[in-house]
């Protein structure tokens, strides 16, 4: 369900912010009222208890992600292959991304650390890049529409109740690692 929700408050979370960026400050107030979100979460308060909010859904987005990656094990548990190796890989992988992209985004010499906004918008950006994961991650939970002859190992767990069946690489075939 879509709603209309006022801009000033949760602009920080979806990437809008109003704040001193080079020679350039823009006025948001002037130039967006509403903007159209599935979901955001309307911080107020002090500062403070704004910054603390959004450390509460940085953590709570972080908590969502671990619990999509383990369930994803869980479900997929009975693969002799390579798949929870590479699941476990790609993880490791992006986590070193994920902290590669933060120091980007906000190097430590920014001057932007020391203002009493930095807390939201450095949590903001690890909520769109944990959501972005998660988004990603979800595709083995959810999986592939029935007839999609692309998927690869999307859905390919063995559950009696979904007769499904595992393919495993062998020797020779393309992908195939010991």
Known sequence: MKKLLPILLIAPMIGIVSCQGGKETKDLTKTVETVEV??????EGSQTEINLSSYEIYLNAEKEMDSIYNKIIE???????TFILNLKKSQNLWLEYF??????KYPKNISIRGGSMFALCYNAYVVELFNQRIRVLKEWLEG???GECCGGSIGMFYDDSLETEIYYLEEGDIGYEE
């Open 38 to 43: 599935e979901k955001a979460e309307v911080l």
């Open 75 to 81: 479900l997929y548990k009975a693969d002799k292959g």
């Open 99 to 104: 902290k590669v992209q933060m120091m980007m």
């Open 144 to 146: 592939t529409p029935s």
